[in-house]
Structure formats: structure tokens, C-alpha cells
């Protein structure tokens, strides 16, 4: 072979690809190594001993994640295309943010992949979302109606129990008391349910509707939701 021959052009190119993958693997795993270290120091419940010995670890990690970039940096320029070079800082950024589209070098056929592409990513991942969010709606729905009709309920229920016993004067006084508690936290819930009943943009049922009023056994009045509601939890109790 000489240097002109296409068989020896084609080994040469091999050669220096296949250093600079191997410099890129060995980052790569240096690089996930520091990370599960640098997670498992700040882990909660971990001793000082073991923190003494992940720290060193580090410590050495950090001495061989700047040898191989050194590597990397050597072989960078000289690929085709050219490489990026890096620093000691910019590879750190990578491990705490868990970024490695450096690493994406390692294997040059992942390159021709329409998903290295940060446009197509992101792009995916928008369409995702919003698929998502349209499911998410569907079910916000059904647990708004859910919500509406549950503090409904929970008032009635105590209101009710408080006008059937009015023989028992003390035990309706603190009903009363329980029930003006709970009567303030539902109206917070429902303001909230106003606003987004309010919203343009809302496909869920409308909220029930008030109609006339029932009559209870001592006179006093309640609306139909209400009523209705009462007969259920005399069922249900």
C-alpha cells in the first residue's frame, strides 16, 4: 500500500474515527459515572463515611474525565467534519444538566438521524405536550363536575344533619361550628369553579343549576340540589 492508494485512504480515515470514538466512549462513561456519584453524595440518608469516600472518588473522577478530554481535544480537529472543542467547564455543565449531545460522536451513523436534529426535537416534544394536554382537558372535566358535585354534597350533608336535630340543641351548636368550616373552604373550591366555568376556552357540563325549592318536615326550605343530595345520604347513612 501507499499513501495514495483508495484501500490505504479508507484504512486511515478508519483508524483516526475509530481513536476518536474510543476517546469519546471512555468520556462518555467517565461523564455518567461522575454523575451518579455527584447524585448519590446528595442523596439524602447517606453516611459521613460514605460521603467521605464519594467525595474522593470524585476527586478522582474529575483527574480522569480531564485526561480523556485532553484526548478528545487532540482528536477533535482533525475529523471530518471537525469536532467542537471543549473545556473542563462546559463537560461539568454537561453532568450536572445531563446534556450529551457532545457524546452523540461516539457512534457517527446516530448523526444521519433525523432526531439529532435539536429542531426535530423540540418539535417532538411540543407535539407531545399538546397531545397530551387535549387528554389532560378530557379528564379535567370529568374531575371538575366531580369537584362541583362532591362540595355540594359535603355542605348539604351537614346542613341537613344540623335541621333534623333539632331536638338535640348542643349536638346541632356544633354541627354549626363544623359546618361554617366547611362551608368557607368550599366557597374558596368554589370560586375557583366560577373562574374556570368563566373561561372561553371551557369544553366541560355547565354547573348544576338551582330549580325550586323543597320543603322539609319542620317548614324550612331547601333547594331541589340540595334535596336531592339529602335523599342520597340518607340512602348512603
Given at each position: 500500500?501507499?499513501?495514495?492508494?483508495?484501500?490505504?485512504?479508507?484504512?486511515?480515515?478508519?483508524?483516526?474515527?475509530?481513536?476518536?470514538?474510543?476517546?469519546?466512549?471512555?468520556?462518555?462513561?467517565?461523564?455518567?459515572?461522575?454523575?451518579?456519584?455527584?447524585?448519590?453524595?446528595?442523596?439524602?440518608?447517606?453516611?459521613?463515611?460514605?460521603?467521605?469516600?464519594?467525595?474522593?472518588?470524585?476527586?478522582?473522577?474529575?483527574?480522569?474525565?480531564?485526561?480523556?478530554?485532553?484526548?478528545?481535544?487532540?482528536?477533535?480537529?482533525?475529523?471530518?467534519?471537525?469536532?467542537?472543542?471543549?473545556?473542563?467547564?462546559?463537560?461539568?455543565?454537561?453532568?450536572?444538566?445531563?446534556?450529551?449531545?457532545?457524546l452523540k460522536y461516539s457512534c457517527?451513523?446516530?448523526?444521519?438521524?433525523?432526531?439529532?436534529?435539536?429542531?426535530?426535537?423540540?418539535?417532538?416534544?411540543?407535539?407531545?405536550?399538546?397531545?397530551r394536554a387535549h387528554e389532560e382537558?378530557?379528564?379535567?372535566?370529568?374531575?371538575?363536575?366531580?369537584?362541583?358535585?362532591?362540595?355540594?354534597?359535603?355542605?348539604?350533608?351537614?346542613?341537613?344533619?344540623?335541621?333534623?336535630?333539632?331536638?338535640?340543641?348542643?349536638?346541632?351548636?356544633?354541627?354549626?361550628?363544623?359546618?361554617?368550616?366547611?362551608?368557607?373552604?368550599?366557597?374558596?373550591?368554589?370560586?375557583?369553579?366560577?373562574?374556570?366555568?368563566?373561561?372561553?376556552?371551557?369544553?366541560?357540563?355547565?354547573?348544576?343549576?338551582?330549580?325550586?325549592?323543597?320543603?322539609?318536615?319542620?317548614?324550612?326550605?331547601?333547594?331541589?340540589?340540595?334535596?336531592?343530595?339529602?335523599?342520597?345520604?340518607?340512602?348512603?347513612?
Open positions: 500500500w501507499t499513501p495514495e492508494c483508495p484501500e490505504y485512504m479508507t484504512a486511515l480515515k478508519y483508524f483516526h474515527e475509530r481513536r476518536f470514538v474510543r476517546v469519546v466512549e471512555e468520556l462518555e462513561g467517565l461523564v455518567v459515572q461522575c454523575l451518579f456519584e455527584l447524585s448519590k453524595a446528595n442523596l439524602a440518608g447517606t453516611g459521613y463515611k460514605m460521603h467521605k469516600y464519594i467525595s474522593k472518588a470524585i476527586t478522582r473522577r474529575s483527574a480522569a474525565i480531564r485526561s480523556a478530554l485532553e484526548k478528545y481535544n487532540a482528536l477533535a480537529p482533525i475529523q471530518h467534519p471537525p469536532r467542537p472543542v471543549l473545556d473542563y467547564s462546559e463537560v461539568v455543565g454537561y453532568v450536572s444538566l445531563g446534556e450529551f449531545s457532545l457517527y451513523d446516530v448523526l444521519t438521524k433525523p432526531w439529532t436534529v435539536p429542531e426535530n426535537r423540540d418539535m417532538a416534544t411540543k407535539y407531545f405536550k399538546v397531545t382537558i378530557l379528564r379535567l372535566n370529568v374531575e371538575i363536575r366531580r369537584l362541583a358535585l362532591w362540595i355540594d354534597h359535603d355542605d348539604n350533608k351537614i346542613h341537613s344533619a344540623i335541621i333534623l336535630m333539632t331536638k338535640d340543641p348542643l349536638l346541632a351548636a356544633e354541627l354549626k361550628d363544623v359546618y361554617a368550616k366547611h362551608h368557607r373552604t368550599n366557597n374558596i373550591h368554589r370560586q375557583c369553579l366560577h373562574k374556570i366555568y368563566q373561561l372561553p376556552c371551557f369544553t366541560g357540563e355547565p354547573p348544576p343549576q338551582a330549580s325550586d325549592p323543597i320543603e322539609l318536615e319542620d317548614g324550612s326550605c331547601l333547594d331541589s340540589t340540595l334535596g336531592m343530595l339529602m335523599m342520597m345520604t340518607t340512602k348512603i347513612w
